[in-house]
């Protein structure tokens, strides 16, 4: 029962590609609000609207990794018949390495946030902009060291 227990997640990963829908309506709702507008944007602005649709786009990337191989490491393999198209990494994540490229995700996510953060610095007081260095430096550190642990565990299993 206990091992039979893992298909709980099953519904689970399915919700993740309701969000990811739900993502991709958000995605294309910036898009058709931006195109009329274009021309009188400043570029700055233009800047900010693709650094979010590129937030979107890895966010997106992310919860396509976490469904795929959260899916096939904890509930069941994903066998994909052969001649279709497979994505290369797929069966190839462990729960380590997945953690790895989900820390690394977040790293690149909180720096496009600091990014559009630091192009309209002059309406954001100094002490918020100090805490989203903080905020980003932390999830780098993280990221950090979670590579750091993972790496003395494979030295350790050799």
Request: charged letters at 15%.
């Amino acid at each position: 029962m206990l091992y039979a227990s893992r298909w709980v997640l099953a519904p689970i990963y399915l919700g993740l590609s309701a969000a990811l829908l739900l993502l991709g309506v958000k995605f294309f709702q910036e898009v058709l609000h931006t195109v009329p507008l274009v021309l009188e944007m400043s570029e700055a602005d233009l800047v900010l609207v693709v650094l979010s649709l590129v937030d979107m786009a890895l966010v997106g990337g992310l919860l396509v990794m976490v469904m795929f191989s959260g899916y096939e490491n904890f509930v069941s393999r994903i066998d994909v018949a052969d001649g279709t198209e497979k994505l290369s990494w797929l069966g190839k994540l462990d729960a380590g390495s997945l953690k790895q490229k989900v820390a690394a995700s977040i790293v690149a996510i909180s720096s496009i946030h600091l990014l559009r953060a630091f192009m309209s610095a002059h309406t954001i007081p100094n002490d918020k902009l100090m805490w989203f260095v903080i905020i980003h430096l932390t999830f780098v550190l993280s990221a950090l060291g979670m590579a750091v642990v993972d790496k003395m565990n494979q030295h350790h299993s050799h």
